[in-house]
């Protein structure tokens, strides 16, 4: 089990400074679930036991800049580069959870470093989360079986008296199914259609789909587990009822969408599952389940994306590429041009291909090429500019006249910045004469 990655080298270094003082330092969670799948991971979590906080703190800053975290009971950060790669380690004291109150945020949680390893894994979601893993001498620590059931691909709570307390749970469920192809155990389904889930705000609701909808390859089978546990008709009943109709063109639909994203950056990659979730839903239900989830901007290598506005677009297109496909024979090229010119053609014709649209798709992209607008629109001719150096005035009217000679220019009709002038000088004649 054990790895040479810097992460692990890392906590190496800290379970070695921690047994010098007596204690022991465990890797817990999704690090060694992530190892026993054969899948390297990007961060990784030490619970640190038989040592007092203040202790802890010291030993960590030995080892380099730490950054606590958390009020009553604190996470040590470690974060750091490698090769152009960031690495983020947390170590923490084992919990002690105390529900104090309603909701996934109604708990008091104490850092507790003499509990037993069973006692802190008990607190953790499902099984395949409550293994944990000594960084030196690579043993693995097992109390409720969790290796077993990653073996069986089974996802099973850990603890039925203490997993409905966290409503957020249930849709860890669902994303976590989908990410890595597992199937709920009966009793577990159980319990999280039990589970109240009106007191999760949207950007904790988003935050799980994210993972659902972005890690997953085969997000179909969040969708059929979100179905099974209730969370899309507790949350979403549009989408359930979308899914009882049309489920399996849907599951098809977002594996294929999920194969489509490859190569996108992460906004563009939000709005395609997003779009391809609300093509099947209708206009109004579509902005509904943006609305829902917190949809907004996310900022990128290129700065911030309008997501929101963008999954619009490719839902609200009122010809998909299947439309012109069908009416191949009489297209004109100038509807190519706008149709560039109201969404991203890449995006789209992704959108196209997840839906199965393969042939139309091969065609849309073909002319789209063959008229230089796959990469979008073509730039307009004529500018505000060109039209103050002709002598117009500044006013309102330098814009109308813009976006008429800029129509033209998508339809066909205008080829040139000579012609675009003239143009714009008979739409100005032509406004003149009507306030006369």
């Known amino acids: 089990m054990s790895s040479p990655t810097p992460l692990h080298r890392k906590a190496e270094q800290i379970a070695h400074a921690v047994a010098d003082k007596g204690g022991r330092a465990l890797l817990v969670g999704g690090y060694v679930r992530d190892q026993l799948l054969g899948i390297v991971p990007k961060d990784a979590d030490i619970e640190v036991y038989g040592l007092q906080a203040p202790i802890l703190r010291e030993v960590l800053m030995r080892l380099g800049r730490v950054d606590c975290v958390g009020e009553s009971f604190r996470v040590y950060k470690l974060v750091w580069h490698k090769s152009g790669e960031r690495f983020e380690l947390d170590v923490s004291l084992p919990r002690r959870d105390k529900k104090v109150g309603a909701g996934h945020k109604g708990f008091q ?18 099984t395949l989360n409550a293994i944990l893993q000594d960084p030196l001498s690579g043993e693995i620590l097992d109390p409720f079986g969790g290796r077993e059931d990653l073996e069986k691909r089974l996802l099973r709570a850990v603890d039925a008296a203490h997993f409905g307390e966290d409503s957020l749970r249930v849709l860890r469920a669902m994303q976590f199914a989908a990410r890595f192809g597992l199937e709920i155990e009966p009793a577990t389904v159980e319990i999280c259609r039990a589970t109240p889930l009106d007191d999760l705000p949207r950007e904790r609701i988003w935050g799980e789909w994210e993972k659902w909808l972005l890690k997953a390859p085969k997000p179909s089978l969040g969708l059929r587990v979100g179905g099974l546990i209730g969370v899309f008709a507790r949350l979403f009943p549009y989408l359930e009822t979308a899914i009882a109709r049309r489920g399996a063109e849907i599951e098809a639909a977002l594996d294929g969408a999920a194969r489509e994203k490859t190569g996108l950056a992460r906004g563009k990659q939000v709005a395609l599952m997003l779009a391809t979730l609300g093509s099947f839903l209708g206009w109004r239900d579509a902005q509904r389940l943006l609305d829902d989830l917190g949809i907004a901007k996310m900022r990128g290598e290129n700065g911030a994306l309008d997501v929101k506005k963008v999954t619009i677009q490719l839902i609200g297109v009122r010809k998909t590429p299947r439309d012109f496909w069908a009416r191949c024979e009489t297209i004109e090229d100038k509807e190519f041009r706008f149709f560039a010119a109201r969404v991203e053609p890449d995006l789209a014709l992704r959108l196209s291909r997840a839906r199965g649209d393969f042939e139309a798709a091969k065609w849309f992209e073909e002319n789209l090429r063959r008229l230089g607008v796959f990469d979008g ?17 500044p006013g309102p009217h330098i814009g109308r006249i813009v976006e008429r000679v800029y129509f033209m220019q998508l339809s066909g009709e205008v080829h040139s910045l000579e012609e675009a002038k003239a143009q714009a000088q008979a739409i100005k004649a032509a406004f003149e004469e009507s306030e006369k």
């Open 377 to 393: 629109p073509p730039p307009p001719l004529l500018l505000g500019r060109h039209l103050l150096e002709m002598g117009m005035k």
């Open 109 to 126: 949680v104490e850092g507790d470093p003499f509990a037993s390893v069973e006692d802190a894994a008990r607190r953790r979601d499902f």
